[in-house]
Structures are given as structure tokens and as C-alpha cells.
């Protein structure tokens, strides 16, 4: 089941993308193997572990398992960056400013170190008089004397409240990086865990019975984590398990904390979750709800399309379906040609009175379709073959057009005058990597 999936999501990756797998310990192993072979083991990243759950459970056959994996792989390893995470309340808490420094708070960092460091073993004086030979025994000081006067002179050097300890250097908060690096070990303090993430889900959708309930919904903080360090404000997250909606829930939240205008596409092959669970979840935390003590909660703001997957076009042969209509047929076809969805004035035309191959205009192409006898002509020899009186029907375009058809009666080069490009169904429905 994974492998056709995750060759459809490479795909659909940026250049600059990057995709984020749960998995928990039975299949982390395979998943490795099998994302080295489609994404290329040069573009493994990290196995992130979250904790999933706050206290261990007694019933545990051998070992209560407190984490489950998140395998992360870019499209290009060697070019993409984590974005750094806010830095945390504990984290500022350890800066301080003991001697009234006009450069704010500050906290101490060692000067001497292990490694062998030539100009590492002067001796120092500190200011309350106290002659320092050497480093502490068995290390060196890190930087030269030459530097050491100079971060002193600058006030850079804290000897203690008395002036006279182990000299240490001096590190400003308004000096370090605006953030942390990401880490591999996700703690449920910081991103949550399995019992948050059902309680977040039953406090906006409500379930018939208790079996109802997902068993392992995630938490919109790990998500959210995850859209921390990868995404920008306007980027577009895709999850293809969407379940019980909480990557359409974390990119809300996010946008509201961060002003971000990111977007989402969820897709969840169970229609009755995805209309009863998925988008019930998004549309409430979009719009406002009342929870389940009867409080009113504000919406964070958005809104989503819900869409359903037709018919396939196609059957294994790769022919189209016999039972495929026009319209089914031209929305496709537009795809193709432009990227774009097909206007629903276009696409219904199979029902109204003035039927027409011409899809539209994109970007000054014409764009037609010769297809289940849209010229009211069902044989194979005029209603759907391109020929010079078909050719005189079809509605004038002056400038480029791209015409699809079973087969085309017309020669190259006249058609290369007449700035027609002849596409043959189906070899040319195929859309570009």
C-alpha cells in the first residue's frame, strides 16, 4: 500500500519540500528502507522520536512503549533547513543580569575545555587580585590571551560575585540566535500526546459511542511543530491520511498565532469519516463551535472546499471507460492543458443546448475536445477524428489552438500553418512530472 503512495507524494514535493512520516516501532524499519529507495537515502534527514504518552501502561505484554517515530526525508537533503523553533520561557530564564551589564541579561558559559589548545595555558589575575596560574588541571582555555584581555576589557569576562572565581565569559540573550535548533527527542510537555490529542477531537465532534473514537489521533501541537520548522507562512501542507482532520486543525492555529496564510489538502479514502469526522473538525474549529460544557469557542478563521473523487477516466488497459461522459472527459482535459480546475459553465455544457468542443481560452490557446460525439456526429469517421469539414464546425479562435481527438485526418505541416496542435486521446492525457 505505501510504496505507489509515497512514489505519488515524491511527486508532489517542492524542490525545497520536505515530508514527515509517523510510524511507530513495528514498521519503522521497513518504512526506512522504503523511503531511501524512493526518496534516495541521500535525502534522509532525521527519526524524530515522540513521546506519545504520559504515564506507562501495566497491561504492556513486555515493555510499555512511550514513543512512536517520525521519519523525515527532503527532496533535497543537502539544501533544506530546518527553521529555528521559539525559544522557550526555561531557556531566556537562564539569562540573567548580575552586575547591572547595560547589554541586559546574560548567563555564563565555560572557558576551558579538554582539547589540547597551543595558547591555551597562560596564567590570569582577577580583579580582586587572585592569581589563576593555569586552566582548571587536565584542561586548556579555549581562546588566546590576546582574546581573553580583550573580551575583559569589554566587560565579556565574569569572575564570580566576589571577583575572584574561575573566570567565565559572558553570553548575551539579545546576542544568541532568535531560536533553537530543532532536536530528534519530542517530549509530550512540548508537543503533546495520544490522550491530548482524543480530548482536543472529542471537544469538537461528537461521537455515537466511545468505540467511535480514533484510536491514535495526533496531537495539533506535533503537528504544529512540524509546520514550525518546515513550512513558510504561504506554504501548502498535504496530508494523505487525513483521519480525524488534525493537520487541517494545526494549520489553522498556526495562522492565527503567526498571521501565516498557509493551506492545506487533506485526503481520507473513508468518505464517512471524511464527511462526518474530518470535515466536520475543520469546519467547526474554522467557524466556532460549542464544546461539550456548552462554552462558546471562537473560530480560528478559514474555510476548506469538500470534495469527492469521481470515476476513474481510465481502465487498466489505459483506454477511456466507455461509460466516461464529455463532461467527466473535458474537466480532465483542462487539467491537463492548463493546471487549472474547468470553470462549471464549461464543464456542464454536455447538458445544455448549445454544446461545443471549445473548453476555453487559457493564456490565448484554445483549448477543444472531440469527444462522444459532441458534434451531434457519433462515428468514429467525423464525430470524434479531426477532418477539414469537422475542422470548418468548430468555433473560430484567431490564434493558437490545441485540439484533442480519437485520430486526426489532417497533415502536419497544414496543421502547423494553421497553429493547430492535434493531441490523440488517450496517449496525450498524461500530466508532466
Request: neutral net charge; proline residues 5%; charged residues 25%.
Amino acid at each position: 500500500m505505501m510504496y505507489p503512495r509515497l512514489m505519488l507524494l515524491r511527486q508532489f514535493l517542492r524542490e525545497d519540500g520536505v515530508i514527515f512520516v509517523s510510524i511507530d516501532d513495528n514498521e519503522v524499519a521497513n518504512l526506512r528502507l522504503l523511503m531511501d529507495e524512493v526518496f534516495g537515502a541521500k535525502n534522509f534527514v532525521a527519526t524524530v522520536l515522540w513521546q506519545k504518552v504520559y504515564s506507562p501502561k501495566n497491561s504492556a505484554r513486555h515493555f510499555s512503549e512511550d514513543h512512536d517515530y517520525v521519519v523525515v526525508y527532503a527532496a533535497k537533503a543537502e539544501e533544506w533547513k530546518p527553521k529555528l523553533l521559539p525559544r522557550t520561557d526555561e531557556q531566556n530564564a537562564a539569562y540573567r543580569n548580575l552586575d547591572g551589564d547595560s547589554r541586559g541579561a546574560w548567563k555564563t558559559s565555560d572557558l576551558s575545555a579538554r582539547n589540547y589548545y597551543s595558547e591555551g595555558t597562560y596564567a590570569v589575575v582577577s580583579p580582586a587580585g587572585r592569581n589563576i596560574p593555569a586552566p582548571p588541571k587536565g584542561r586548556y582555555w579555549t581562546i588566546s590571551k590576546e582574546r581573553f584581555d580583550e573580551l575583559d576589557r569589554d566587560n565579556r569576562i565574569w569572575w564570580g560575585k566576589n571577583g575572584d572565581a574561575i573566570p567565565q565569559s559572558k553570553r548575551f540573550l539579545s546576542e544568541v540566535k532568535d531560536g533553537r535548533v530543532p532536536q530528534t527527542l519530542w517530549f509530550y510537555k512540548e508537543v503533546g500526546h495520544t490522550q491530548e490529542a482524543k480530548k482536543e477531537l472529542l471537544e469538537v465532534v461528537e461521537f455515537a459511542t466511545s468505540e467511535d473514537v480514533f484510536i491514535t489521533p495526533k496531537p495539533t501541537r506535533l503537528i504544529q511543530r512540524i509546520l514550525q520548522i518546515a513550512s513558510d507562512k504561504d506554504s501548502i501542507i498535504l496530508d494523505s491520511f487525513a483521519g480525524s482532520g488534525t493537520t487541517a486543525h494545526a494549520v489553522l492555529k498556526q495562522n492565527a498565532e503567526d498571521g501565516g496564510s498557509r493551506r492545506f489538502i487533506l485526503v481520507e479514502m473513508d468518505e464517512g469519516i471524511a464527511r462526518d469526522v474530518t470535515a466536520e473538525r475543520v469546519g467547526r474549529v474554522a467557524q466556532g463551535y460549542t464544546n461539550a460544557k456548552g462554552q462558546a469557542v471562537e473560530g480560528l478563521g478559514g474555510g476548506f472546499q469538500f470534495c469527492t473523487l469521481g470515476k476513474p477516466l481510465f481502465d487498466a488497459r489505459g483506454h477511456i471507460d466507455a461509460h466516461v461522459r464529455f463532461a467527466e472527459l473535458a474537466r480532465f482535459v483542462w487539467f491537463v492543458e492548463t493546471g487549472m480546475g474547468l470553470p462549471a459553465d464549461r464543464a456542464s455544457r454536455e447538458a445544455a443546448d448549445t454544446q461545443s468542443p471549445l473548453l476555453g481560452v487559457h493564456e490565448g490557446r484554445a483549448v477543444y475536445l472531440l469527444y462522444n460525439g459532441i458534434l451531434k456526429d457519433r462515428s468514429i469517421d467525423r464525430g470524434n477524428v479531426l477532418t477539414t469539414p469537422l475542422l470548418d464546425q468548430l468555433p473560430a479562435h484567431d490564434g493558437p489552438r490545441v485540439i484533442y481527438g480519437a485520430r486526426c485526418a489532417i497533415g502536419a505541416e497544414r496543421l502547423r500553418k494553421l497553429g493547430i496542435v492535434f493531441k490523440q486521446l488517450p496517449y496525450h492525457l498524461r500530466i508532466a512530472p
